[in-house]
Nanobody, 123 residues
Framework: VQLQASGGGLVEAGGSLRLSCAIS????????MGWFRQAPGKEREFVAT????????DYADSVKGRFTISRDNAKNTVYLQMNSLKPDDTAVYYC?????????????????WGQGTQLTVSS
């Protein structure tokens, strides 16, 4: 399984952006998926996760109500829709795949990681 994240960029505070993560491999639909982020000088942190079926999304408190995770198993893609962006959202965003099919908030439970995509939110 290989993951390719895309969609990052520069956006003004209050704006929106959608990240995509394309996954290769025939077993994509059996993986729980997650998004994490890492800001300069900070540890990587959990952002959102979704189960293999697309149900039971879970979010970090810092993004709840602003970000939405979704997946399209027919397209082998997971998305992160980000609205009402803030400068504090600036980070490299990583998608990850886990054999915990319900998804998980713990980075150690993800086995495959994408290369990351940079989001910069200007004030």
């Amino acid at each position: 399984v290989q993951l390719q994240a895309s969609g990052g960029g520069l956006v003004e505070a209050g704006g929106s952006l959608r990240l995509s993560c394309a996954i290769s491999g025939r077993t994509f639909s059996s993986y729980g998926m997650g998004w994490f982020r890492q800001a300069p000088g900070k540890e990587r942190e959990f952002v959102a996760t979704i189960s293999w079926s697309g149900s039971s999304p879970d979010y970090a408190d810092s993004v709840k109500g602003r970000f939405t995770i979704s997946r399209d198993n027919a397209k082998n893609t997971v998305y992160l829709q980000m609205n009402s962006l803030k400068p504090d959202d600036t980070a490299v965003y990583y998608c990850a795949a886990s054999t915990y099919y319900r998804g998980t908030t713990y980075s150690r439970e993800y086995q495959r990681w994408g290369q990351g995509t940079q989001l910069t939110v200007s004030s």
